[in-house]
């Protein structure tokens, strides 16, 4: 390409041939060009629109100089494609004025001179025509305005990085400037102190701007200051002052003459009062700038028009001009309606015509001078009020009526103690809290009752504001801020508030603890706490740097007032004190003074015999921890060779475990000056030498006036003999445990083992003699008959048998929830008669076995006290009558005479049934910690329905003589050795029974002679109750009456005989017992599935009728008898299982489950019941005694059905 050749006026000239670029395009020039580059387009602007905010532009083209550069590519598009930035960003706005703007189009195209500074840039522009302008950024510009092209190379190389920007604008801050060409920042007014215009720089140097021509005609250049160029942006024909070329000259010489004021002010124009301002007003509009321009105050200035209308219509109608110093105008700026305070004037401006044709207005803001002045004036009241507080009660009354003169600083306060009266909360305490608690002592703002102000505060809970004000604490002492901005204060804790002041809700809510400020504090790392203070903020004033520095100046304030009273309470208390003990002083100092001297010759010598004989090893120690005295037992004892320096190396023997203990002591001694104490081993021991010898040392110092250690004085005590004593009770403490734990497990497995095989044995043996009676009634074969017979008998036996092993057991057990303190007496509604009876036919079999009458005799006391149904225990009373009863057939079945009476009586007392002659065992206490008030009689005594029921049963068996009868009721006792070995037993019965009957408030003995049969007699306390309807009047109809229970055969009553036909699900890992269960069942007329553990279970479950889906089709289910133990997965775990299908609604309806286990202990039955278990079942059971429970939990859950 040739050169340009020149012309004299310096221009280029078009080279001849120029016609060899015809080839390019524009865009293939930008594209090349290393500047980032962005093409605007203009045709879519509106015709008449001059404002920015309402152009319509677009991005038509931008190079990769330009894409690479991210984020600035992004603000670029959006300030030209979607405007947004324009209504948020007044130098984006100011940018887009910039671009946008429209030359001559006769001109040649060429270069600006203007230049703009954007986004950290400084941009040239080029008009290509009318419908297109071309933006290029020659470099970025650094903090001082200087243009840097190298940073702008490698700007753009960084695509990942965002490209430098000014700082958002904040509320209140003016425009921000342009650089000059020169690279300097223009000056702007800061506040109104500074009266100086800012002076306009041209590009090329010192040069003024020449202000001979009117702001609204001169030429925008890059001298132009920022609020000329956007005053000249207003689209003024939308404001009624019209377009600027229709101003009249009046306006437009008003106007100027407000552009040049150096100091805040503004002009209202016309009778709608339109709104011009110059650029030192920006930081009084505030949030209003820049819409404010060009807008009637009324509307502008709409929250304060009310107040400022009457003077303004002054000014208007009547010319008057109005000052007015320090006013307070509440104006929406910030984002809430702010208190300020402003001295201003109105002057009417005169036109040319004579008549007021616009308001000057001057306006100085100096809210921060009157708001400061009035929190200071607050400081001084509070101050004041509490400096005549003579004690803490008064210091907080006083500092909330201080507070009270404040309301508008002050429209919600929450005033709390933390202080306990006593000689411990002092200015000396290391607490940084002296009491656990907070008390309310007032409160400005806050109803009665409020969930915000709780009269007293545990100091660690959650109530009201008690949190922060440990927050404040832990900061130490420094307030929590706390504001609705951020979410950090609790909605619920400022609801309902009668806020003082303006009467509206604080945003921020400050707490902050009150510490007394005095010379003492400042030794401690955490002042003491003496209250806390929780304060809302004034609602229409920000919470900047000067409301905080006002919340540290009223703690100060606070903390110094505080600090005071509590000095002359402190002063107070000690000058009492030292009153009282200068009286004492004063009696007692002429008997000190004469004991003095004496005391001090006997004290040396007292002191060294008692250290030579002392037990202990005694040492004194020097300052600095070197021993300076030791007695003989400490040579002893430390087994150091008494030479001189050997005492200095004593820890040497120390055992190397216990050695840093014993160091760590001595040096928080020496360090800390506060007594210590330590047990350690001696290598060397006194007495054995495979033995350590253990050692207590205690020390204490003895301090000079200033604190100083002067001399240690300590001790040493073999406590070898000690140590050895807490080891051997440890281990017997561990052996005590382990064979509890043994003997409990040994019961457990014991119980198990002998429960689990019995139920098949009882259903065995029921079913034997079921099958027996049925074919006797076959009188064909003799012989059969007879083996039928010898099978019943053999049937017969097995019951007993099992019957007598199953009463062991259940001795055991109660046995063991005695030791264990578990026994309960549980009283309910029954018929003491049918207890009895109930237990007399259980002894039917073995009675008729042996051919012993069984008489049941019913006394006439027991009609005459009215007694039918009463309150209490019956399984309790059953286990009773069931001892007494095995004992009297056991020693009865032998004799030629075989007779067993049980009589039943009722009286007041415990004598009604007993002669003379006889008495009951003193009451023997089952649980030491039982008290009289705990046993059930104790709880009826007092009662007017209380009875005593007597029970006596006689046998005509071989008596016993007076020796016997002594052992008789203690543990593991019988009458006799021979006992055993004649009738058998374990000696429980009668001990289980006696503490039985003392825990169902009565008491039990016996009479008997050799050869004349015995009689055990017992009473227990009950209440009476309503009769029953089904109860046995016809007996207690008699005043004595008795009833024999007596047949010549045994039956096994047929259960399925009336009864109720069930689908019962069978879940037992044993297949004998299961196989057994499964018969007596299918015998007794029902329908048994089976199931061989839980997962099983849960399988034929699937399958029923109770299972979603399955109703029509599935199998019926009525119970489940679910054994505990079992592999793949046990009772308790399928009875969670089916608990779980049925709310989540597999299993559609709730089925009843029975444990069927040898594992009956209280804590076994309800951890059964907890997993889903509705009953327990105990082994051993017989099928009579199962088929009722299932019917009862049938019945029960399809009625809650």
Request: net charge negative; proline share 5%.
């Amino acid at each position: 390409m040739k050169r340009l050749d020149s012309v004299p006026n310096g221009r280029p000239r078009h080279a001849d041939n120029a016609s060899a670029l015809n080839g390019y395009t524009v865009t293939q020039l930008l594209e090349s060009d290393p500047r980032p580059t962005l093409v605007v387009a203009l045709k879519t602007i509106e015709p008449n629109a001059k404002d920015a905010s309402t152009l319509r532009t677009s991005t038509y083209f931008a190079n990769d100089s330009l894409l690479e550069l991210v984020p600035l590519y992004q603000r670029l598009k959006a300030l030209f494609d979607s405007h947004d930035a324009i209504q948020h960003d007044l130098d984006a706005a100011e940018f887009a004025a910039w671009a946008i703007r429209r030359g001559n189009p006769a001109a040649p195209s060429k270069p600006s001179a203007a230049f703009h500074r954007f986004s950290g840039y400084k941009w040239t522009r080029v008009q290509l025509n009318q419908d297109f302008c071309v933006l290029s950024a020659d470099g970025t510009v650094d903090d001082a305005g200087e243009i840097n092209i190298d940073t702008l190379t490698k700007t753009r190389r960084r695509s990942h990085e965002t490209s430098a920007s000014k700082p958002k604008l904040r509320r209140g801050s003016s425009v921000v400037r342009r650089p000059c060409a020169s690279g300097r920042q223009m000056p702007r007014t800061k506040s109104a102190d500074d009266l100086t215009t800012p002076v306009l720089w041209l590009p090329g140097g010192n040069t003024r701007v020449d202000w001979g021509v009117n702001w609204t005609e001169m030429p925008l250049t890059d001298a132009t200051s920022n609020h000329v160029w956007l005053l000249r942006q207003i689209d003024w024909s939308a404001s009624p002052l019209g377009p600027v070329d229709s101003w009249h000259w009046d306006l437009r010489a008003a106007s100027d003459m407000l552009i040049r004021t150096p100091y805040p002010a503004a002009i209202y124009w016309g009778p709608e009062f339109v709104t011009i301002y110059n650029e030192p007003y920006v930081d009084l509009a505030g949030d209003k700038h820049p819409q404010l321009l060009g807008t009637p105050y009324a509307k502008g200035w709409a929250e304060i028009w009310h107040l400022i209308e009457p003077i303004m219509m002054a000014a208007w109608d009547g010319a008057e001009s109005t000052m007015k110093h320090n006013d307070r105008l509440f104006i929406l700026r910030g984002g809430f309606l702010e208190e300020t305070f402003f001295s201003w004037s109105l002057v009417p401006l005169l036109g040319s015509n004579g008549q007021v044709a616009g308001i000057f207005n001057a306006a100085f803001e100096t809210t921060q001078q009157v708001v400061n002045e009035r929190r200071l004036q607050t400081l001084q009241e509070i101050g004041a009020y509490t400096a005549t507080a003579k004690t803490l009660n008064e210091f907080w009354v006083l500092a909330l009526q201080g507070m009270a003169k404040n309301e508008a600083d002050f429209p919600l306060c929450l005033l709390y103690s933390n202080t306990e009266d006593s000689d411990a909360s002092s200015l000396q305490s290391n607490s940084t809290l002296a009491a656990p608690f907070f008390t309310l002592e007032g409160s400005l703002g806050v109803p009665n009752g409020h969930a915000s102000a709780p009269a007293n505060m545990d100091a660690a809970g959650f109530e009201g504001f008690a949190p922060y004000m440990r927050e404040s604490v832990a900061s130490n002492g420094n307030p929590i801020v706390l504001s609705n901005s951020d979410g950090t204060l609790p909605a619920h804790l400022i609801e309902g508030l009668q806020w003082l002041g303006f009467g509206e809700p604080s945003r921020t809510v400050v707490v902050f603890a009150v510490t007394p400020m005095t010379p003492k504090s400042q030794h401690y790392d955490h002042p003491q706490s003496r209250g806390f203070i929780v304060l809302g903020v004034n609602p229409r004033r920000p919470y900047d740097s000067a409301y905080e520095l006002f919340i540290q100046l009223l703690m100060r304030q606070l903390g110094t007032s505080l600090a005071s009273v509590l000095l002359f309470e402190d002063q107070v208390k000690r000058s009492e004190r030292e009153a009282r003990l200068a009286a004492l002083d004063r009696q007692q100092l002429s008997l000190q003074l004469r004991q003095r001297t004496q005391e001090a010759v006997e004290s040396e010598l007292k002191f060294a015999r008692m250290a030579e004989y002392a037990p202990v090893g005694i040492f004194i120690a020097n300052s600095q921890g070197n021993l300076t005295f030791c007695n003989g037992m400490w040579w002893k004892l430390s087994r150091q060779a008494r030479i001189s320096g050997a005492e200095d190396r004593w820890m040497e023997n120390i055992v190397q475990a216990d050695k840093p203990v014993v160091a760590s002591a001595w040096d928080q001694l020496l360090t800390e000056k506060i007594t210590i104490s330590a047990e350690f081993r001696l290598r060397s021991p006194v007495r054995d030498d495979s033995v350590d010898t253990w050692v207590l040392m205690s020390a204490f110092p003895e301090k000079d006036h200033e604190g100083n250690i002067r001399t240690i004085f300590g001790c040493m005590t073999d406590i070898s003999a000690q140590k050895e004593a807490e080891n051997i009770q440890s281990k017997r403490r561990e052996e005590a445990l382990e064979l509890k734990r043994q003997q409990e497990n040994f019961i457990d497995i014991t119980s198990h083992e002998m429960r689990n095989p019995l139920s098949a044995i009882l259903q065995c043996a029921d079913q034997i003699v079921k099958t027996a009676t049925s074919f006797a009634e076959y009188d064909e074969i003799g012989k059969v008959r007879d083996l039928l017979h010898d099978n019943a008998d053999a049937a017969k036996t097995i019951n007993l048998c099992a019957s007598h092993q199953k009463r062991i057991v259940d001795d055991i057990l109660t046995l063991s929830k005695l030791d264990s303190k578990l026994m309960a007496i549980n009283p309910v509604s029954v018929q003491p008669i049918q207890v009895v009876e109930r237990v007399l036919t259980m002894f039917e079999p073995e009675s008729n076995a042996d051919d012993i009458k069984l008489t049941l005799a019913i006394d006439k006391s027991y009609s005459s006290h009215g007694v039918d149904t009463v309150s209490l225990d019956p399984s309790r009373l059953q286990q009773v009558l069931i001892n007494l009863m095995t004992n009297a057939i056991k020693f009865t079945k032998g004799c030629a005479q075989r007779t067993i009476l049980v009589t039943v009586g009722a009286g007041h007392d415990g004598q009604g049934l007993l002669s003379a002659e006889h008495s009951y065992l003193p009451a023997k206490v089952v649980n030491p910690s039982d008290t009289e008030e705990t046993r059930l009689g104790a709880q009826q005594t007092q009662d007017d329905d209380s009875v005593c029921l007597y029970f006596t049963v006689q046998d005509s068996g071989p008596g016993l003589d007076e020796e016997d009868l002594k052992v008789l009721f203690q543990r593991f006792q019988q009458a006799s050795p021979r006992t055993h070995v004649q009738y058998g037993g374990s000696g429980l019965g009668l001990f289980i029974s006696r503490l039985l009957v003392d825990m169902m408030g009565g008491e039990i003995g016996v009479c008997s002679n050799n050869g004349s049969g015995s009689r055990f007699f017992f009473y227990i306390k009950c209440r009476k109750l309503l009769p029953q309807s089904n109860g046995p009047a016809g007996a207690l109809q008699l005043e004595s009456s008795t009833k024999t229970h007596q047949s010549s055969q045994s039956t096994v009553p047929d259960s399925a005989a009336g009864a109720a036909l069930y689908s019962i699900l069978i879940v037992e890992d044993n297949l004998i017992n299961q196989r057994v269960l499964k018969r007596q069942l299918l015998s007794a007329g029902h329908i048994v599935h089976t199931a061989n553990h839980g997962k099983q279970a849960l399988e034929v479950l699937e399958k029923s009728s109770a299972w979603h889906g399955n109703e029509e089709n599935g199998t019926a289910l009525s119970v489940i008898l679910m054994d505990i133990e079992m592999p793949v997965m046990d009772g308790l775990e399928c009875s969670r299982r089916i608990r779980e299908l049925e709310a989540n609604r597999k299993i559609t309806r709730h089925l009843p489950i029975i444990a069927v286990t040898a594992y009956a202990r209280p804590e076994q039955v309800e951890s059964a019941k907890v997993a889903g278990v509705d009953d327990v079942m105990p082994k051993p059971f017989r099928i009579v005694e199962l088929v009722p429970k299932i019917t009862e939990l049938v019945h029960r859950f399809k009625t809650d059905e």
